[in-house]
């Protein structure tokens, strides 16, 4: 199976001096660009930018809180093939259920290497791996998914810089609707309860606290974990922590 692992010997993206210090100016170069992309507001121009920086063919950004059932709600930009991204809908929804809030929160900022299936075409020249670079916006999770070249090797520092310049683009660019901002938010109730939650509390012991009913706390909770994609009380805790509600 062919690799573009960022772990054997780096090579500099093309277009880019191997030289400290001239890396250091294209890093310099890179952030002076993505200022007039955010200044434009124009956040193709920028993730363009970022692409070409660590020499990839073709970027992705989508959003990892919404659901992907949907067509290609989850797409916030993209310039790849249109059938490949209705294709990875379904694997990039397995890879965020399997895992934990506490390995999503650890895996943040950190390049990870996927395969595509077999039956998913990939354009001439491009490597049936990709590269996807998690973050958050906020309280929204996003991640960019990148290709690359066949048989090409990756700077592991470049693609950080690309996952943190990313996150600051997007935070300019990215304006959710209306809809969305609604959908992701929690109520002054939904957080009384993770608050209880964290405090090792039950439904029955919140219920007597906030004097409504056990079913009433029940559907509270179930609407936290909805809106934070989380599977238990103890992950809806660990998003609350990290996004600084309890």
Not at 58 to 83: G, I, K
Request: hydrophobic residues 40%; contains cysteine.
């Amino acid at each position: 199976m062919e690799s573009i692992r960022a772990d054997v010997a780096l090579r500099e993206p093309h277009g880019f001096s191997a030289i400290a210090g001239e890396r250091k100016s294209a890093r310099e170069q890179l952030v002076h660009q993505l200022r007039r992309c955010a200044d434009r507001v124009s956040l193709p121009a920028g993730l363009r930018a970022l692409t070409q920086y660590v020499s990839a063919s073709h970027y992705l950004l989508v959003r990892q809180d919404l659901s992907f059932d949907s067509d290609t709600d989850f797409v916030v930009a993209s310039d790849w093939p249109f059938d490949m991204v209705r294709g990875l809908a379904g694997s990039i929804a397995a890879n965020h259920v399997r895992m934990s809030e506490f390995d999503r929160c650890c895996n943040l900022m950190q390049p990870s290497f996927s395969q595509f299936a077999d039956d998913v075409a990939v354009p001439a020249g491009v490597s049936r791996e990709y590269c996807a670079i998690v973050f958050n916006v906020g309280r929204v999770r996003m991640a960019l998914l990148l290709l690359f070249p066949e048989h090409f090797i990756l700077s592991q520092s470049n693609l950080r810089d690309v996952g943190l310049l990313t996150g600051y683009l997007a935070s300019i660019c990215c304006r959710p609707s209306t809809r969305l901002e609604r959908e992701s938010d929690l109520t002054d109730r939904e957080i009384e309860c993770l608050y209880w939650i964290a405090e090792g509390k039950t439904s029955d012991e919140i219920a007597v606290i906030l004097g409504i009913s056990r079913n009433t706390i029940n559907n509270y909770i179930a609407s936290v974990m909805r809106k934070t994609a989380t599977k238990t009380r103890s992950e809806a805790i660990a998003w609350a922590v990290r996004n600084n509600l309890v």
